[in-house]
């Protein structure tokens, strides 16, 4: 019954690890974006005389699916798999950056001894092993297998002082998207990619079903040895990708400066007067505050008005000119990548300055009165930033901007074109 037992605990080891090796490894061992590091994994030839079969068809197998499970997941290297009875001289060819040699021998005790040594420009720089247990405890050979090759992950990684490495950081939901360098793809959901240094055209693209959606395009410049990150954030599905109202698909920003001139149609209070006003517009938002896609931020304006009289040949010397300081808050969004949108409210005060001059027949003046004074003020705006360069913004907003005066509200509809800077 013992003996059963440990049969069948080895044949479901086996049998996991063909399911791992099918599903996630892959039998088929793709070439990669020839931008990475080339690794070439040697292996041991499988079904060695001389050793237990169990062990063998135990051991080895989840040896080779961990072993290209991990770096191919990693998305760091460019993979290349050999078996044979070391590591061959071509795997030190200028076409491999470096080699992982794996072996599995019988150790003391009738245990399994498995070694993984590291090949970095053509010489060894780092070697380890374990002690696989070869009494039935098979629970206890896959993390022995897997701190072997996680440390040996590690410690290769530091090997490529001429490359640069870039962190990507979803701050959204979990998700699957692809990530592009030069056109070319480096692999699905990687967390880390190691680069050479120089310029390279980063692209982040969303996966849903078989369809890809761009999410976002950098051109980044790496230094030998530098770290750099790229955030990004997936979002829930909420229908056609693209035109979701919370908008995972634009890039991220966390500040903005906006200058803008605006043509200000006069609405509520103006009912016996015609003509247009003039405005300009000074905005800071911050984006992400308290909450994701939360915008903060002030807004600074200035409206001139010179109403003429309607149904009336004769001209209104008069001007109401008002300097706005608002506390404004929001929301942000955006359905493509180099475009920023936030829909926003605001509340403050203004400083207004009006005065009407009456004339009559010969030119003498009759009145002249004036009136400057602080009242509340308020405004709602959706604002769109488009993308110039790697930090500007053209800017198009549409605004609804008033001001009360005694229990009554005086309101203007405002149409702007701006330029500014995203951070």
């Given at each position: 019954m013992g003996i059963?037992?440990?049969w069948?605990r080895?044949?479901l080891l086996l049998?996991?690890?063909?399911?791992?090796f099918?599903?996630?490894?892959?039998?088929?061992?793709?070439?990669?974006?020839?931008l990475?590091?080339s690794?070439g994994i040697?292996?041991?030839?499988?079904?060695d005389?001389g050793?237990?079969?169990g062990?063998?068809?135990?051991?080895?197998?989840?040896?080779e699916?961990?072993?290209?499970?991990s770096?191919?997941?990693?998305g760091?290297?460019r993979?290349?798999?050999?078996?044979?009875d070391g590591?061959?001289?071509?795997a030190f060819s200028?076409?491999?950056?470096a080699?992982?040699?794996?072996r599995?021998?019988?150790g003391?005790?009738g245990?399994?001894r498995?070694?993984l040594?590291?090949?970095?420009?053509?010489?060894s720089?780092?070697?380890?092993?374990?002690e696989?247990?070869s009494?039935?405890?098979t629970?206890?050979?896959?993390?022995?297998?897997f701190r072997?090759?996680?440390?040996?992950?590690?410690e290769?990684e530091g090997?490529f002082?001429?490359?640069?490495?870039?962190?990507?950081?979803n701050?959204?939901v979990?998700?699957?998207?692809?990530v592009?360098?030069g056109g070319r793809?480096?692999g699905?959901g990687?967390?880390?990619?190691?680069l050479?240094a120089g310029?390279?055209?980063?692209?982040?693209?969303?996966?849903?079903?078989d369809?890809?959606y761009p999410?976002?395009?950098?051109?980044?410049?790496?230094?030998p040895?530098?770290l750099?990150?790229?955030h990004?954030?997936l979002q829930?599905?909420?229908?056609?990708?693209g035109?979701?109202?919370?908008?995972?698909?634009?890039?991220?920003?966390?500040?903005?400066?906006?200058?803008?001139?605006?043509?200000?149609?006069?609405?509520?209070?103006?009912?016996?007067?015609?003509?247009?006003?003039?405005?300009g517009f000074?905005?800071?938002?911050?984006?992400d505050l308290?909450f994701?896609?939360h915008?903060?931020?002030v807004?600074?304006g200035?409206?001139?008005?010179?109403?003429d009289?309607?149904?009336?040949?004769d001209?209104?010397d008069?001007?109401?000119?008002?300097a706005?300081?608002l506390?404004?808050?929001g929301i942000?969004?955006?359905p493509v990548p180099?475009?920023?949108?936030?829909l926003?409210g605001?509340?403050?005060?203004?400083?207004t300055?009006s005065s009407?001059?009456?004339g009559k027949?010969?030119?003498?003046?009759?009145s002249?009165?004036?009136?400057a004074s602080?009242?509340?003020?308020?405004?709602?705006?959706?604002?769109?930033?488009i993308?110039?360069?790697?930090?500007?913004r053209?800017s198009?907003?549409v605004?609804y901007?008033?001001?009360?005066?005694?229990g009554?509200i005086?309101?203007?509809?405002?149409?702007g074109?701006g330029?500014?800077a995203r951070?």
């Open positions: 059963d037992m440990v069948s080895r044949g049998l996991s690890a063909t399911v791992l099918l599903s996630g490894a892959g039998v088929v061992f793709p070439e990669g974006h020839e990475l590091p690794l040697y292996l041991p030839p499988a079904g005389e050793r237990d079969p062990e063998v068809s135990g051991v080895l197998p989840l040896l699916t961990l072993l290209e499970g770096f191919r997941e990693s760091l290297f993979l290349r798999r050999e078996r044979g590591p061959p001289v071509p200028p076409g491999v950056d080699v992982v040699a794996a599995a021998e019988a003391p005790g245990d399994t498995v070694e040594e590291l090949f970095h420009q053509g010489r720089v780092w070697i380890q092993s374990r696989i247990p009494d039935g405890r629970p206890e050979v896959f993390p022995q297998l072997l090759v996680s440390a040996a992950r590690e290769l090997y002082p001429d490359h640069g490495r870039l962190l990507l950081r701050h959204g979990p998700g699957a998207y692809a592009y360098a793809l480096l699905h990687l967390e880390e990619v190691i050479p310029e390279h055209r980063l692209e982040l693209w969303l996966l849903r079903g369809i890809e999410l976002v395009r950098r051109t980044v410049q790496i230094a040895g530098e750099l990150e790229v990004f954030a829930e599905d909420a229908g056609t990708p035109i979701s109202f919370f908008g995972g698909l634009s890039d991220p920003w966390y500040a903005l400066f906006d200058l803008r001139a605006a043509l200000m149609i006069p609405l509520e209070g103006f009912e016996e007067f015609s003509g247009l006003a003039a405005g000074a905005t800071v938002l911050f984006n308290l994701r896609h915008v903060l931020g807004e600074a200035f409206i001139s008005f010179d109403p009289l309607k149904d009336s040949d001209p209104l008069a001007t109401l000119e008002a706005l300081l506390l404004t808050t942000s969004f955006g180099v475009a920023d949108m936030a926003r605001g509340a403050g005060v203004a400083m300055n009407v001059r009456d027949d010969g030119g003498g003046v009759v002249d009165s004036s009136d602080y009242k509340p003020a308020f405004s709602t705006s959706l604002d769109i930033g993308g110039l360069g790697k930090t500007g053209f198009i907003s605004g901007y008033g001001i009360y005066d005694k009554d005086f309101s203007f509809l405002g149409l074109l330029l500014g951070f």
